[in-house]
Every structure is written in structure tokens, then in C-alpha cells.
């Protein structure tokens, strides 16, 4: 008995039911945490999106992957939590906003105090944070919105300051003039993760290095002649037969005449550039670790701003790039510039600015991360974190087994202020509190360190602050003993070291555990073509453009059917198109069952009377329950979604559905009223199977389908492998029939055979049940298939001549075409068309030919014509072995 008697619709329109079912469920609180079957726990935390603007096509992906696994996981019974946030994102909001301002004001930060500044920060965060939360709802993410988490908010604020005080009374966190990326547009440092590396034009240029009380002299290659002005030595390779012997003399470095030491280091390659190294320890991060070893002195020639300064003599105020080319033409004049080689080379560009990045020494604050990366590193090893797949632990180590400490300060307004405060009299200390007075000498006079935290700190927190540490009555309230260590992180890999790696060290240095127990890695969404997906390109894809063209279920099962262990997905809005003909399907199924619903029940009463048919469908449902719930328990989200699309499709609609029409338009109620059972059991069990994927639609038609007393389809159980269900003899040989049937179909088309004319086939097989359940079918194959006349035999026998035939693994298919088509006009028409594929062949091959066509082409380009070549080479292949059958 149906609860929902409204008219079921012709067309299935997706705004409609998914604005009416996120409603009903986020009312009736179906998201909130509740004990299952299972009685275990199941938490993924969001990865906060950064409140810079909306959410784009790889949040999208986060979503479908962490929302169709909760909705697994709730189904089967987990006490799930779905944990939603926001993440300031210091410098990328800081930088929208500031060029919003410029834009409306023709005003900078410096034009207002800092408070003032902040607001309008806190002003644009409320309107985009609301709009991306709004994105989220219409994705269908099943979140328990109460739990929502901003990166400022007073809790992880406290986590922050938490964090950060203990690490500085254990002497963890530590202050040091060191070399960081320096944004001069910014006037930040920035991490290694906010900066873009893009291939640059520029030049080596050979330097003249006078020897001191010699007439010999050094020849350096460098990019950046203009900071020679920082130099404070020559570095050669000690076993350098050609410079060894001067390691210990004195080089002078040309226009400001400062005498350095030659010195020997192995950093420097004996097979590249001229052999001969000047060392910058103040603007090159190599040699900064050159000067470290030497104890060289370190000269800083830049200012904040990324001009010379005093260092740069008569160079002071120029730009860097604009010094560069002064600066080598007075070398060139006083005939101290050798020789200028064009050279392209990777140069560093900040993320959000645009604008060269800076190797510069700077006042910053750090964290010694040796002892948690080691600690980070045992956690995976020993496997009490794993990824999925494997091989991104390898990313994960890269960086952990050759840590450098991290640099967590920048020179922002928006963020977590650092929480160290001075006094007038140089005393420093770290608190949680805001401090008016200082600890050691009483003085009022206190001020607070002006920087901000790196992004990464506060999220490093995210799995812990989510859930309330370190505020007790908070971890109480959410559960934190409960839902930590949460169970999966699900995130890109282009964050592995910035993000997880920092979760793993920050959670074992406070709780002793890890924060997750696996990590399931993405892929990354790019265009059609492979593209990353920028503005720049104009390629972007807003989720929300989808959802109103295609609806959310569509979208998020062409995202599902491309995530597995995969790296990238290239999403083109024709095969959002695709999956929606699918949503469609099913709509259109259940349109058909509908009317018949009521002759039959949702339980199957008695296995022993279903007919071959039915036993072989619930066999399919069971096989595919059995391969969805493996695959999703691993996150094989793509192989999850071909199960459920290949029965519903394939089996359910094309075959089931078209066997059972004549039994519900035939006389025999009986059996009428079993087959409509079995279509209304499977039924009910497509749209459990599906929902986690495709909520919105199962839902909709859960509520035709289900009981008076029944839940809403989010809170059934989740269909398992059932072993009543194993009807194997059935399952093989439907599908071999299926097969076959398929096969004849095929071979009709490939010449043109109208659907209405009859055909006599041949099959050919050495299984003996085969060739008996065959013989039995003569009916099915003749309403599927157009068979006029069936001979089912062995191997044995001989071949009919001119036919068309299709081999599989256990038959052989024969169609005889002598008196059904004309052979001569079949003949004509198969070489007219191999001539045209030997045309297009040859335009193809002529491009793969070209050595320099394929050396310059864009990969996409390239990897588009070795698949055409690929491709008409097996079409020129198949069309001759035709015509010299039908000629034979």
C-alpha cells in the first residue's frame, strides 16, 4: 500500500523535489546523529571551504564523495556526523577584499585602522560564507548544521591560542630571522602552498668574479645578476679538478668590490652552468642553506616592497625585474658581463597576487616540527592511518621524512592574531588571554604581536575544534569522545602535505592519536579537455549552473562514476547530460510499474514459485547490493556507480521490464501479481541501493512506494548481500541468453536490417545445458531478437556461408545474409565507406608523421590524434575482414 497518492508526473523535474526533500529532512532533524545497528560511530569532517567566493566544481566532488558515504554509512546503521565549515582563509580573503575595496574606494588597508578594515573582511565573509552554505544544501549534503564551525569562531580560537601557548613554553614555537617566500605585493610571507610556479623568459647572465692577487678570474652564471649585491661568497665543488686549488682565496664581487670567500660545497653540480656558484644566502633558499653551513653573513639588498635598497648603491628604489636589466648593462659596459643565453626557467608567483615571489630574510615565527613529523610518519607506517589509494602516502612522506620547520606567521590583519604580547621593557611572553599587564615588571605598556597565523594552523586543529577541544563543557556538548578520531578524511591531493600532514602532527601532539583513520584522496576536476580549471581559461564550471540545467542527482552521479582511485576527472557538462537520461530511466520505470502496484506485494513470499526470469533478477539486485556495499566500504565510488547503473539500465529496463509485458497484460493473475512483486521488490531495493548517491529522486519515489508505517527511504537500512537471493544457475544463464540476444541485435544493425524483418540465426556452442536452454528460449528469441528460424548446435558443425558472425567466450553467432539483404549494394556500400576511413586515416597519420606537430602540440591535441589514428586503423581493419566475408 502506497502513503503517496498524488499523480505520478510524465517528467521528472528535479528543483521541485529536491527543494521539498532537503526541507523535509533537514526538519524532521534526519541529519543529526543517531544510534544504528551498528552502534559505532561514523564522523567525516568538511573540509572548510575558504570564504572567498562560491563554490566551484572540485567542492562539488568533495561533497558528492563525503555525503554519498555518509548516507551509506547512516543507512547501515552508523551513529553518523557530517561535520560542516568555513575557513577564513587569511590571505586569500584578506586579498579579495582588499582589491574589492580598490575597486569601489580607490583605498587600501593602509587608508583605514585595523579594526575598521577587519569589519568590512567580516562583512564580505557573511554574505559569500551564506552563499556557499547555500551551495552546499542544494548538493544535498546531509550536514548537522548545528555543528557548523567557523575558523574565527571562539572555540577553534581558543584551540589556536591553546596550541600555540604550549608550543612556545616547550620552546616549540620559536622566533628567528629566516628566508621565506615574500610577497611583496602582499608584504607577507607566504607558504609554500600559495605559490604558483610559472615558466619564465629570461636569461643567464655570465659574470666576471676578479680572484684577489691573481689575474684569473671566475665566471658565474646567474638569473638574477641584480642580487649580487647580497653576495657573500663563491661557491665551487670540491671535487672540482678545475677550482679546487682556489677554495680558501678571495673573490671580489663586481660593482660593489666586496671581497667573499671562495668556498668548496657539494650543492654545487659539476655538470651545470659554468661550475662556479654565487651564493645569496639573503634571496636564494639554496643558498641560505649554503650560508648556514659556511656561517656566511646574510645581506638583505630588497625592500619590503620588492625594490633595492641602500645595499643596491646607485640601484636603491629600482624593482627587481627592472634592476636586473640596468644592472647587467653597466656590467656589460665595464666588460664585466661575459655573455647573455636566453633561458627559461621556473619562477614563483604568489597564489593570490600575481607578482614574483620573494626569497627574503625576515623576522618570523616558526614551529620545530621534527619530533611530530617523525611521530606523523610511524602513524602511516604502522597503520594506524591509511590512504586510499596507497601510493599518495609517498606524497605524505615526502615532506615528513625531510621536514623543515614551518613558518606560521604572516603579516596579515585577518586571522588568528599571534598570542604574544611585549612590553615596553623587551619582555615577551605567550598567553590565552589578552594580556593588559606584563608578568615580569608590572609595566601597562603591552602590546600584542601585530602578525597573524598561516591558515594552516587553525586548520591543522580543524578534526579536534570541530568537536570542541579544548573547552570541556564544548567537547561534551559535541561529542568529542564519540565522534574522534574521526573515520575518513576525503580531500584532494594537492593538499596532502599542507593539510593532512599538518592534522596528523597537530593531533598526535595533543591527543596522542590521529585525527582519522583513513585518508581517501580524490581526484582533481578539470574540463572536458584536461585543463585545470581557471579563470583565466574561462573553463570554470559553477555547481549550481548544473544543478539548475541537469539537477542535483545527475551531477552527483557523473561525479561519483568518476571518482575512484583516479587523479583527475574531466567533466564535460555532456555527460552530466548523459546521467541525467539515466534519472530519467529510472523515473520512467517506476512510471510503468506504478499502475500495476497494487496487484502485488513488496515481500516475496515464496522463492520456490518465482520463474527463471525473476530468479534471475533478484540474483543481478543481489549481486550488485554485495559488489556496492565492497566498493563503497572502500571508496570505489566509480565501481559502486557502473554496479547500480549497469542493473537498472542493462537489466532491470532493457530486459526484466520488457520480459514481464505480457505477463501484466496477459490473463494469469497468479502470476501477475509474483512478477509485479518482484518489480516492486527490486524497486524498493534500486532506490536504497542509489540513494546515497542520488537522494533526491529516491526519495521521491520512496514515497509512492513505501508502507503507511515506514520511514523515509534516508533512514532504511541499506540492501546487503542475501543469501536466499543466489540463484547462480539462473544468473549465468539469463546472462549468457542476454548475451546472445545482444550479440543478434548487433549483428542486425551492422547491415541495416529493419527491426520489423525476420532473420534465421545459427548458434554454435559445446555446452550441452546451453544448447538445450537455448532451444527452450526459441520464443524470447524470437519477440527480442526478430528470430525466425533458430538452429542451435556443437562446434562440430559446419558453417553456414555468407554470414555475418559475432564469437563470445562460450557461443558463436551466425547470421546468414544470402535473401534477407542485397550483398552487392551491402559490398558497394562497405568499400565507399573504407574509403573514406582511409582518407581521414591518412590525414592522421600524416600528423603523427610530423615531428614537429607532435613536439609542439598540445598534449590534449596529441593524445587526440594517436587515439584517432588508433581508432580509424581498427575501423580500416574490420571493414576489410567485412567485405571479404560478404565477398567470399
Not at 561514523?42 to 564523495?65: E, M, Q, R, S, Y
Not at 565507399?832 to 600528423?847: I, M, R, S
Amino acid at each position: 500500500m502506497t502513503t503517496n497518492t498524488t499523480e505520478l508526473a510524465t517528467t521528472y523535474s528535479p528543483a521541485d523535489v529536491e527543494t521539498k526533500w532537503y526541507k523535509t529532512w533537514e526538519d524532521g532533524k534526519y541529519f543529526k546523529p543517531k544510534k544504528g545497528k551498528a552502534n559505532k560511530p561514523f564522523c567525516i569532517i568538511v573540509p572548510p571551504p575558504n570564504v572567498t567566493g562560491k563554490l566551484h566544481a572540485g567542492h562539488a566532488l568533495d561533497i558528492t564523495t563525503q555525503d554519498s558515504l555518509i548516507r551509506f554509512k547512516r543507512m547501515k546503521g552508523f551513529e553518523t556526523l557530517l561535520l560542516p565549515g568555513l575557513d577564513h582563509a587569511g590571505i586569500s580573503t584578506q586579498s579579495v577584499v582588499e582589491k574589492m575595496v580598490f575597486e569601489q574606494e580607490k583605498k587600501t588597508r593602509r587608508d583605514f585602522s585595523r579594526e575598521e578594515f577587519v569589519k568590512k573582511i567580516w562583512a564580505w565573509k557573511e554574505e559569500y560564507g551564506n552563499h556557499i552554505l547555500n551551495q552546499q544544501r542544494a548538493m544535498g549534503t546531509s550536514c548537522d548544521w548545528d555543528y557548523l564551525t567557523f575558523t574565527l569562531d571562539p572555540i577553534p580560537n581558543k584551540a589556536v591560542k591553546k596550541f600555540f601557548v604550549d608550543m612556545y613554553n616547550q620552546k616549540m614555537i620559536y622566533q628567528s630571522d629566516y628566508i621565506v617566500n615574500w610577497d611583496p605585493m602582499l608584504q607577507s610571507a607566504v607558504s609554500d602552498a600559495e605559490v604558483e610556479h610559472k615558466d619564465v623568459q629570461g636569461n643567464f647572465f655570465h659574470i666576471k668574479y676578479a680572484i684577489k692577487g691573481s689575474e684569473d678570474f671566475l665566471e658565474v652564471a646567474t638569473t638574477r645578476p641584480e642580487t649580487l649585491f647580497g653576495d657573500t661568497a663563491v661557491a665551487v665543488n670540491p671535487n672540482d679538478e678545475r677550482f679546487k686549488h682556489l677554495i680558501g682565496k678571495t673573490a671580489i664581487v663586481p660593482l660593489c668590490n666586496r671581497e667573499v670567500p671562495i668556498i668548496g660545497d657539494e650543492h654545487v653540480d659539476l655538470e651545470k652552468g659554468t661550475g662556479c656558484l654565487k651564493v645569496t644566502p639573503g634571496h636564494d633558499f639554496n643558498d641560505f642553506e649554503i650560508g648556514k653551513r659556511h656561517n656566511l653573513p646574510i645581506i638583505n639588498i630588497l625592500n619590503k616592497d620588492g625594490t633595492m635598497n641602500e645595499e643596491g648603491l646607485e640601484f636603491k628604489g629600482l624593482a627587481a625585474k627592472v634592476a636586473r636589466n640596468v644592472v647587467s648593462k653597466k656590467l656589460e659596459e665595464l666588460g664585466l658581463l661575459l655573455d647573455k643565453k636566453p633561458h627559461m626557467h621556473p619562477v614563483g608567483h604568489g597564489e593570490r597576487s600575481g607578482v614574483p615571489i620573494e626569497p627574503m630574510i625576515s623576522k618570523q615565527w616558526f614551529v620545530n616540527v621534527t619530533d611530530m613529523s617523525r611521530r606523523a610518519v610511524e602513524a602511516v607506517e604502522n597503520g594506524n592511518m591509511k590512504f586510499y589509494p596507497k601510493e599518495w602516502e609517498n606524497t605524505y612522506y615526502s615532506w615528513l621524512r625531510n621536514p623543515k620547520d614551518w613558518c606560521i606567521s604572516r603579516q596579515l590583519w585577518w586571522g588568528h592574531q599571534i598570542p604574544v604580547f611585549y612590553c615596553d621593557n623587551n619582555h615577551q611572553w605567550a598567553s590565552e588571554h589578552d594580556e593588559t599587564e606584563c608578568p615580569t615588571c608590572k609595566s601597562k605598556n603591552v602590546h600584542q604581536d601585530p602578525d597573524v597565523l598561516d591558515t594552516w594552523f587553525s586548520s591543522g586543529l580543524w578534526p579536534m575544534s570541530t568537536l570542541g577541544w579544548p573547552d570541556p563543557k564544548a567537547m561534551e556538548e559535541k561529542k568529542f569522545s564519540t565522534f574522534f578520531p574521526t573515520s575518513v578524511l576525503i580531500t584532494g591531493y594537492d593538499i596532502i602535505f599542507f593539510w593532512v600532514a599538518r592534522m596528523m602532527m597537530m593531533s598526535l601532539q595533543t591527543q596522542n592519536q590521529v585525527p582519522f583513520k583513513d585518508t581517501y584522496i580524490h581526484a582533481i576536476v578539470r574540463d572536458k579537455l584536461g585543463r585545470k580549471m581557471s579563470k583565466s581559461l574561462g573553463n570554470g564550471i559553477d555547481p549550481f549552473d548544473m544543478i539548475a540545467q541537469y539537477g542535483t542527482d545527475a551531477f552527483r552521479f557523473t561525479l561519483a562514476a568518476g571518482s575512484g582511485y583516479n587523479r583527475n576527472i574531466n567533466l564535460d557538462p555532456d555527460r552530466i547530460g548523459g546521467y541525467r537520461n539515466f534519472i530519467n530511466k529510472v523515473w520512467n520505470a517506476f512510471r510503468f510499474i506504478y499502475p500495476h502496484l497494487q496487484t502485488g506485494s513488496a515481500k516475496i513470499n515464496d522463492m520456490s514459485k518465482l520463474d527463471h526470469h525473476e530468479r534471475w533478477i533478484l540474483a543481478e539486485l543481489n549481486t550488485t547490493a554485495k559488489l556496492m556495499n565492497e566498493s563503497m566500504e572502500v571508496y570505489r565510488y566509480d565501481d559502486a556507480s557502473a554496479a547500480i547503473y549497469s542493473f537498472v539500465y542493462d537489466k532491470y529496463c532493457s530486459w526484466f521490464i520488457e520480459l514481464s509485458k505480457n505477463i501484466l497484460n496477459g490473463s494469469d493473475e497468479a502470476a501477475k501479481a509474483r512478477r509485479v512483486s518482484v518489480l516492486k521488490f527490486a524497486f524498493r531495493k534500486i532506490l536504497a541501493l542509489m540513494h546515497p548517491l542520488t537522494p533526491f529522486i529516491t526519495e521521491e519515489l520512496w514515497s509512492y512506494l513505501k508502507e503507511a508505517n515506514e520511514d523515509l527511504l534516508i533512514a532504511q537500512e541499506y540492501p546487503e548481500y542475501d543469501a536466499a537471493l543466489e540463484f547462480k544457475e539462473d544468473q549465468d544463464q539469463m546472462n549468457k541468453f542476454v548475451e546472445v540476444t545482444t550479440a543478434i541485435r548487433n549483428l542486425r544493425a551492422s547491415v541495416n536490417i529493419k527491426p520489423k524483418d525476420e532473420v534465421n540465426v545459427e548458434l554454435f556452442t559445446d555446452n550441452q545445458d546451453l544448447i538445450t536452454y537455448f532451444r527452450n528460449n526459441f520464443i524470447n528469441f524470437q519477440e527480442l531478437a526478430r528470430v525466425k528460424d533458430l538452429k542451435v548446435g556443437n562446434k562440430e558443425l559446419n558453417r553456414p556461408n555468407k554470414s555475418i558472425v559475432n564469437v563470445l567466450t562460450h557461443t558463436e553467432i551466425f547470421l546468414p545474409l544470402d535473401g534477407v539483404i542485397d550483398l552487392t549494394e551491402q559490398i558497394s556500400r562497405l568499400e565507399k565507406e573504407l574509403t573514406k576511413t582511409k582518407a581521414d586515416y591518412a590525414k592522421y597519420e600524416a600528423k603523427m608523421k610530423n615531428e614537429n606537430f607532435m613536439k609542439n602540440a598540445p598534449e590534449n591535441v596529441r593524445a587526440e590524434v594517436i587515439q584517432n589514428e588508433r581508432e580509424l586503423g581498427e575501423k580500416i581493419a574490420s571493414l576489410m575482414e567485412n567485405i571479404a566475408q560478404f565477398k567470399s
